[in-house]
């Protein structure tokens, strides 16, 4: 793939990621009060589905939705994803492998703090014990620990104990740290976006509120018990980084007021778990039929010209891509051309209509070499008019 094509590709796939990210920022509340917060949390699979359907390749089959707000959105891709030279396509790689490695040494260096500051782990039961002020907390992609601070035991009655490692014990079980990481790489890849990484942040929010609900679901009794606990860990509290952490950054106020909640029953999340479906096709819909409406990116041609009317001379520029209709005028005279690929490589089509006032006088039609002239001339003398064009492509 070509610096150009990967500049567009990534341009192209940040846009839309940050478009499903914004459905999802408006969207969460409602869905987590009338769905629940595990369908909340689920919804946020609808940004690595929308940003799969951007990066297919863009079909020529007619839209499968016709909706007015799909044309704001077609005009944005094509401003948000614009050709782009081969010189500035290599800075642009340049600028995001830049951004996305240092990103990428963020995460990376965070996770190797967070372990060096839990120091060696002494197991003891199915937890295992670290430094003063690390965890609790749950670690590992392949091998998944559970680490807790040295005065566990003191800090938190044996109830709150038991709650504090079922949170943890869900995180393992829904594997969230590897959706922590495949978030990770987004905001690598689309760093210059700042929706991806406030989508992160309510990704993460999301996460532990879903994971509160699902403990609170198994011990409906305890909700007094996990509300002391959170309370207990408010202070302190640890920026989430790859692992999931018990004193996470949300809001604790929000946690605790979540507890309160009537968990949805059976009917309620098959309808949500449905909606969701529906949801999802329609966004992966709408992409596809945004990219199905994007033009074709045809080669930007320069053509110099030369212009003399009755021996006035001018010499304009324009850039046009290959079937865009370009203009020139003077006083009396208006030559409106297009230029296209032509079969032969190295010559292209100059087609067109020159008018005389408001009257068409000629439909000039041209087979020119790239970069040498070809020249429009009409009458001699003082009322003559003449253009001279040379094509050149455009890298």
């Given at each position: 793939?070509?610096?150009?094509?990967?500049?567009?590709?990534?341009?192209?796939?940040?846009?839309?990621?940050?478009?499903?990210?914004?459905?999802?920022?408006?969207?969460?509340?409602?869905?987590?009060?009338?769905?629940?917060?595990?369908?909340?949390?689920?919804?946020?699979?609808?940004?690595?589905?929308?940003?799969?359907?951007?990066?297919?390749?863009?079909?020529?089959?007619?839209?499968?939705?016709?909706?007015?707000?799909?044309?704001?959105?077609?005009?944005?891709?094509?401003?948000?994803?614009?050709?782009?030279?081969?010189?500035?396509?290599?800075?642009?790689?340049?600028?995001?492998?830049?951004?996305?490695?240092?990103?990428?040494?963020?995460?990376?260096?965070?996770?190797?703090?967070?372990?060096r500051r839990a120091g060696r782990l002494a197991r003891s039961g199915e937890v295992y014990i670290g430094?003063?002020?690390?965890?609790?907390?749950?670690?590992?992609?392949?091998?998944?620990?559970?680490?807790?601070?040295?005065?566990?035991?003191?800090?938190?009655?044996?109830?709150?104990?038991?709650?504090?490692?079922?949170?943890?014990?869900?995180?393992?079980?829904?594997?969230?740290?590897?959706?922590?990481?495949?978030?990770?790489?987004?905001?690598?890849?689309?760093?210059?976006?700042?929706?991806?990484?406030?989508?992160?942040?309510?990704?993460?929010?999301?996460?532990?509120?879903?994971?509160?609900?699902?403990?609170?679901?198994?011990?409906?009794?305890?909700?007094?018990?996990?509300?002391?606990?959170?309370?207990?860990?408010?202070?302190?509290?640890?920026?989430?980084?790859?692992?999931?952490?018990?004193?996470?950054?949300?809001?604790?106020?929000?946690?605790?007021?979540?507890?309160?909640?009537?968990?949805?029953?059976?009917?309620?999340?098959?309808?949500?778990?449905?909606?969701?479906?529906?949801?999802?096709?329609?966004?992966?819909?709408?992409?596809?039929?945004?990219?199905?409406?994007?033009?074709?990116?045809?080669?930007?041609?320069?053509?110099?010209?030369?212009?003399?009317?009755?021996?006035?001379?001018?010499?304009?520029?324009?850039?046009?891509?290959?079937?865009?209709?370009?203009?020139?005028?003077?006083?009396?005279?208006?030559?409106?051309?297009?230029?296209?690929?032509?079969?032969?490589?190295?010559?292209?089509?100059?087609?067109?209509?020159?008018?005389?006032?408001?009257?068409?006088?000629?439909?000039?039609?041209?087979?020119?070499?790239?970069?040498?002239?070809?020249?429009?001339?009409?009458?001699?003398?003082?009322?003559?008019?003449?253009?001279?064009?040379?094509?050149?492509?455009?890298?």
């Amino acid at each position: 793939m070509m610096a150009s094509e990967f500049a567009a590709f990534v341009l192209r796939g940040a846009l839309f990621a940050g478009l499903a990210v914004l459905l999802l920022l408006r969207a969460r509340r409602l869905l987590r009060r009338r769905l629940g917060a595990a369908l909340a949390y689920q919804a946020w699979l609808l940004v690595p589905c929308v940003l799969i359907a951007a990066m297919l390749p863009a079909s020529p089959a007619p839209r499968l939705l016709h909706i007015e707000a799909l044309d704001a959105a077609q005009a944005l891709a094509v401003q948000a994803t614009p050709g782009v030279a081969s010189q500035q396509a290599n800075l642009l790689l340049l600028a995001w492998a830049c951004g996305a490695l240092a990103m990428a040494l963020r995460f990376v260096l965070g996770h190797h703090a967070f372990l060096r500051r839990a120091g060696r782990l002494a197991r003891s039961g199915e937890v295992y014990i670290g430094a003063a002020g690390i965890g609790p907390a749950s670690v590992g992609l392949l091998r998944p620990r559970i680490v807790v601070p040295p005065d566990f035991a003191q800090r938190y009655a044996p109830a709150e104990q038991a709650l504090i490692i079922a949170h943890e014990r869900t995180h393992i079980a829904r594997r969230d740290a590897l959706a922590n990481l495949l978030a990770a790489l987004l905001q690598c890849a689309f760093w210059f976006n700042p929706l991806v990484h406030l989508g992160a942040r309510a990704f993460r929010q999301d996460q532990e509120l879903a994971c509160d609900a699902a403990v609170m679901r198994r011990h409906p009794g305890q909700r007094r018990s996990y509300a002391e606990a959170l309370l207990k860990s408010h202070t302190g509290a640890h920026a989430a980084g790859l692992h999931c952490h018990w004193q996470s950054p949300h809001p604790t106020k929000e946690r605790i007021m979540s507890l309160s909640h009537t968990p949805p029953g059976t009917a309620r999340r098959l309808a949500g778990r449905c909606i969701l479906a529906l949801l999802a096709a329609g966004a992966i819909g709408a992409t596809l039929s945004v990219r199905a409406e994007l033009p074709a990116q045809g080669p930007v041609y320069a053509i110099a010209m030369q212009l003399d009317e009755g021996g006035k001379r001018s010499t304009p520029r324009v850039l046009a891509r290959a079937g865009e209709t370009f203009a020139v005028a003077t006083d009396a005279w208006r030559l409106e051309m297009t230029v296209r690929q032509a079969e032969t490589p190295g010559q292209v089509w100059l087609k067109g209509a020159l008018y005389k006032g408001k009257e068409q006088v000629g439909a000039p039609t041209l087979l020119a070499r790239v970069g040498e002239a070809a020249t429009v001339k009409v009458g001699e003398g003082i009322g003559a008019f003449a253009v001279s064009m040379t094509v050149s492509p455009q890298s």
